[in-house]
């Protein structure tokens, strides 16, 4: 499902959206003025909790890969068409202008435990929600939360655990993500996946920062520049030596390009049905 194209927003367009998103908020604060009840009050504030419960969400996922060891290469904020992009710590950071979903891209800079960092990383997300509820509960009281009120900073509080208690429950469903980036998983799915895992999907993750860093450029030449400092981190994995092999081939380094997949044929981590495609490739019986 794509809900906008990928180009980012510019000029009078980043307008028209702010525009759009004030005067929905504007005449949702309007109806809930209007012949005002405090539960009336609930809808507001749960439009209102969705930016910031994404922010919390990603930050998640971004602190517990920091702790885990991992490179965080790319954080998304929301869907949509992209509207800005800021840097956080040298992490690119896309704010999206549906502020609903988003996603963390991390890469492992070492393998030890990958398969239970990546559970973790998968479960920091919804854990930094749970926390927050917690916190909110325990705040305002366990036993103020769950009845009926009219005190506004109650129905505050309902109204945010509400929209978190929704969005842990899509959250941890085991359903195809909506984002369709290159290791963008639901947590669900990503923490049922993350233990079955074969140790070649994390060889192959740990060539993430690296390609990023090449599909900014156009120029071939310095797409290689940028896969030979890959290969000279990572010596003996086959992925990076293959997207060397791609960007000497666009170069028109065919004898390089054909000399790197040969180097990748050698190796014991690259799985059986890549080696029978390679080996078709390149010619070797």
Not at 88 to 106: E, Q, R, S, T
């Amino acid at each position: 499902m794509v809900l906008g194209p990928d180009r980012p927003a510019v000029g009078r367009e980043r307008w028209l959206v702010a525009l759009i998103a004030v005067s929905v908020i504007a005449m949702l604060a309007a109806e809930t003025v209007r012949d005002f009840r405090p539960g009336k009050l609930s809808a507001l504030v749960m439009v209102l909790s969705l930016g910031p419960l994404v922010l919390i969400h990603e930050a998640g996922h971004a602190l517990a890969s920091h702790i885990a060891g991992w490179r965080v290469c790319h954080i998304v904020v929301g869907r949509g068409r992209p509207m800005l992009r800021l840097h956080a710590g040298g992490v690119p950071v896309d704010v999206h202008w549906i502020p609903v979903g988003g996603h963390v891209l991390p890469a492992p800079a070492r393998l030890r435990y990958p398969r239970a960092e990546s559970a973790f990383i998968y479960a920091a997300g919804p854990g930094a929600e749970l926390l927050l509820a917690l916190a909110i509960a325990f705040g305002t009281g366990p036993a103020r939360v769950l009845r009926e009120t009219t005190e506004v900073s109650v129905i505050v509080a309902q109204s945010v655990l509400l929209l978190i208690a929704i969005d842990l429950v899509f959250n941890l469903l085991p359903l195809p993500a909506i984002d369709v980036q290159e290791g963008a998983l639901s947590d669900g799915l990503g923490l049922l996946l993350a233990p079955f895992r074969p140790r070649w999907h994390f060889v192959r993750l740990l060539t993430l920062p690296w390609r990023m860093r090449a599909e900014e450029s156009s120029i071939p030449a310095e797409r290689a520049r940028i896969y030979e400092n890959g290969v000279r981190h990572y010596p003996d994995n086959p992925f990076m030596h293959l997207l060397l092999a791609d960007a000497y081939e666009a170069a028109g380094k065919i004898y390089d390009a054909r000399s790197h997949r040969l180097r990748a044929l050698q190796s014991p981590e690259l799985p059986r049905p890549w080696v029978d495609r390679l080996r078709e490739r390149v010619g070797a019986g």
